[in-house]
Each structure stands twice: as structure tokens, then as C-alpha cells.
């Protein structure tokens, strides 16, 4: 999920990214003297791919008019061992003062002591308007220690000319999801109506949300997996029969191989569930094969037909380091930059491709584009659960992804979740 997010846009409409950000900050070391005062110089780390450079002038021109002899230096970070950059950047004297964080990260992050605690400023960052599915993401046992910038999640890509054939129109409601792939698998049956791989634990965490499960939830001082649940079990049976009209291998997720690139443009997939730059790579690769893509799009259904079904956000918050030297300065580039307006004109940069902090600054995206499709998911939109032990759940052999594979592969349910439960809570717990 770590792909150049500019680089989508043009061809998908969106740009996504889990982000995170490191490097060297040359920056003034004599402390914050306000907003006035003195020549000092505001370093702001982004990655690549993150930040449009017309969204990044334009703030900066604005900050840099009302702080006369400052200046913002924005620099760009790279994929490359960045979360070893991070962790080190902020354990230094002299760190950036302003971090884009993915938003999976951020708490880990935070419970290290890296991060300022912006809590006491929650009224100048817009608090009280950010997205309820969103701003979990920036907060750690009641305290904040980012604003949420973006968000991004999955819709349901599909081959418009398969559809027709079939006469299928985008569903509404899983069971109409299921009639429709039954008509694709009849009027072509050498066709995949969904490559869906056995692993996609971020498609499978909507549908356990749609249940009203977790894939952990603290009980007390410590954390359970939620794995072994009946409404695990209802999710995990749902992905089940989804999977079952695709021959995608029950093993492997969707980035292996990589469903974008190496398996859509080889042709005989009617759809599969992906993000934007999953689409633009799509659509990038079937025209280098000589093709033309011809993509339509629609929300992941839910149950009933008033709502879509849950969707992960991925995405990047921003931080202030715990040991920036210009503290006062950085929460001040922070609240322009995250604030409604500065959110407006960064959707206006990418083309209404990002879910925003604050609902009511969303750009209307193009019609037809990935981006729609995306964005009618955003009140359905939640993130994993909110702890810095997470990322020992996602390390590999992540438990959950086992879990799909023995339940695909004809497991119990129940048995084959408490199994992953034991190591859920063994690493939320270490």
C-alpha cells in the first residue's frame, strides 16, 4: 500500500499511500519565540508522492506572509527504511518539526514519547469537526498526538463490458452482489466474476465490521482477538463464498502477486476489489499491453441497501516531534494545513481523490471516477484497532491472514479464530 499517490491520480482520480517519514532537518536550535521574532527556519518531512507541490507553495506562502522571518522547508522522505529513519529522527535533539505518520503508526509512534502532546489544542486544530472514522487514528488513551490529514480506502473495480454482457449493474446489497457474480460466472464461465485472494485481510476486516466485531477489542488492562467470534464467523463465511467464484489462491494476498499488474491485464477478470492506485497501475499496464481499460466502479456493498459496507482507512496523520525546537510554530503550520480551507485546496490538488479530516471540506471527485466510488464509503470508513502494539498483529505470519487461509481451505471457523486469537493477544499484549 505504499505507492507514489500523485502518480494515481491522473489515471485513477485518488492517490493512496500509508505513510510514514524520516531524514535530516537543518533548523534553527534556538527555541519557539512565538510567531514573530527572529529568522527561523520550519521543517516539514512528507513523502514521496504525498503532497502535491501547488497544495505545498500555496500553504507555505500563506504561513510564511503572516510569520515574517520564518520559513518552511519541506522535505521529501523515501520509502526506504523510513520507519528506522523515523524512530531515530525523533529520538535527536533537532528533528523535523512537522512528520507526516501513516495513520496505523502513529499511536506506536506516540507511545514511544516521540510525539508532542497536542491535546491542550484540539480547539485550533478543528477537533470537533474531523471524521469519527478518522480521527481515532491520531489519539492514545484520551490524549492527541496528531491531526488526521487524509484517508483512502478499497472500492469494487469492474470490467464494464463484462457487466454488460451479463446485464449486471452495480449492486447495492451483498445478497445482490453475490446474484450478479453468479450471472458473470453464467454468461462467461471461463471468467473470474471476482479475483479475490485468500489473504485480503483488509476486505475481510469491513465485512467483520459490517458484523459488529473487531479484530481485537481490550478487555480490562489487556487485549483479545476477536477472531473467534460468531460474527467473525458470519464475516469470514460471507469472504468465503465471495472467494468461491475466484481462483485466486486461498495463501496469498492481493499484492502477490500483485492483482493490479499481474493479473488484471492478462484479462479474464470481470472484477476484484482494489484502491485507487491499484486502478491507475491497472489501467497504466493494460495500455502498455496495447489495450484500453474501460473501469467502472462502485462502493463495497453492505448488508442493506441504505448503507455501504465498512471499509479500512488508510492514510496519513501529522505530527509535531516531541523535541521540536519551534513547538508554538509547527502547531501553528499544522492548523493551517489540516484546517477546512487548507483541506479544500489540497482535495482541489488531487482531484477530490482523499477522504479529508473534516467531511464537509470533501472536493466532489469526477463522476464515474475511482474516487466517487471511494468516497460514498467514507462514513462506513474505520481503522484497525487503536493501540501501539498493532504492528507486532501485521508482522508476518500475521495471525489474521492464517486465519482466512485455514477457514478458506475448510477449518472451522471458531476453531481456527480462537487459534489466531492466542496469538493476536500474545503480541497486543508483549
Not at 502513529?106 to 469519527?132: P, R, V
Amino acid at each position: 500500500m505504499k505507492r507514489k499517490l500523485i502518480a494515481a491520480i491522473g489515471v485513477a482520480g485518488m492517490m493512496v499511500s500509508i505513510a510514514a517519514c524520516g531524514s535530516d532537518s537543518d533548523k534553527a536550535k534556538d527555541g519557539d519565540k512565538g510567531t514573530a521574532g527572529g529568522n527561523k527556519t520550519l521543517t516539514v518531512w512528507v513523502m514521496d508522492g504525498s503532497a502535491p507541490q501547488e497544495w505545498i507553495d500555496g500553504i507555505n506562502k500563506e504561513f510564511e506572509a503572516s510569520h515574517p522571518g520564518v520559513k518552511v522547508k519541506v522535505e521529501t522522505q523515501q520509502w526506504t527504511d523510513i520507519q528506522t529513519k523515523v524512530t531515530t529522527a525523533l529520538s535527536e535533539n533537532t528533528p523535523p518539526d512537522v512528520l507526516e505518520i501513516g495513520n496505523t503508526q502513529t499511536t506506536g509512534y506516540a507511545a514511544s514519547g516521540g510525539l508532542a502532546d497536542l491535546t491542550g489544542d484540539k480547539d485550533k486544530f478543528g477537533y470537533a469537526n474531523w471524521s469519527e472514522g478518522i480521527k481515532p487514528s491520531a489519539e492514545l488513551e484520551g490524549k492527541l498526538y496528531a491531526a488526521p490529514w487524509w484517508a483512502a480506502n478499497r472500492a469494487v473495480i469492474y470490467d464494464k463490458a463484462a457487466f454488460k454482457k451479463a446485464g449486471v449493474t452495480p449492486p447495492k446489497t451483498r445478497a445482490e452482489w453475490i446474484e450478479g457474480l453468479k450471472k458473470l460466472k453464467a454468461a462467461d464461465p471461463k471468467s473470474q466474476p471476482i479475483y479475490l485472494p485468500g489473504q485480503s485481510w483488509y476486505v475481510f476486516a469491513g465485512f467483520l465490521w459490517d458484523e459488529g466485531g473487531d479484530l481485537a477489542t481490550k478487555d480490562g488492562d489487556k487485549w483479545k482477538g476477536g477472531l473467534g467470534t460468531a460474527e467473525a464467523a458470519s464475516a469470514i463465511n460471507f469472504y468465503k463464498e465471495l472467494q468461491s467464484f475466484s481462483s485466486a489462491p486461498k495463501d496469498k494476498d492481493e499484492a502477490t502477486p500483485q492483482q493490479s499488474t499481474d493479473i488484471v491485464p492478462k484479462g479474464g477478470v470481470a472484477s476484484w476489489i482494489g484502491l485507487g492506485w491499484e486502478a491507475g497501475g491497472a489501467i497504466d499496464a493494460i495500455k502498455k499491453a496495447g489495450k484500453t481499460a474501460d473501469f467502472g466502479y462502485f462502493p463495497i456493498p453492505g448488508k442493506t441497501a441504505d448503507k455501504p459496507g465498512s471499509v479500512f482507512f488508510g492514510g496519513s496523520n501529522l505530527a509535531i516531534a516531541e523535541r521540536s525546537q519551534n513547538k508554538d510554530l509547527a502547531k501553528e503550520w499544522l492548523a493551517l494545513a489540516t484546517s477546512k480551507k487548507g483541506m479544500q485546496s489540497y482535495g482541489t490538488a488531487v482531484k477530490g481523490g482523499i477522504v479529508p479530516n473534516d467531511p464537509s471540506a470533501q472536493v466532489q471527485p469526477e463522476a464515474g471516477s475511482f474516487a466517487e466510488a471511494m468516497v460514498k464509503s467514507a462514513n462506513s470508513g474505520r481503522i484497525t484497532p487503536i493501540t501501539e502494539g498493532w504492528a507486532n498483529v501485521e508482522t508476518e505470519p500475521n495471525p489474521i491472514k492464517g486465519y482466512m487461509t485455514k477457514v478458506l481451505k475448510g477449518e472451522d471457523p471458531k476453531k481456527a479464530g480462537e487459534e489466531a486469537d492466542k496469538v493476536i493477544a500474545e503480541r497486543l499484549n508483549q
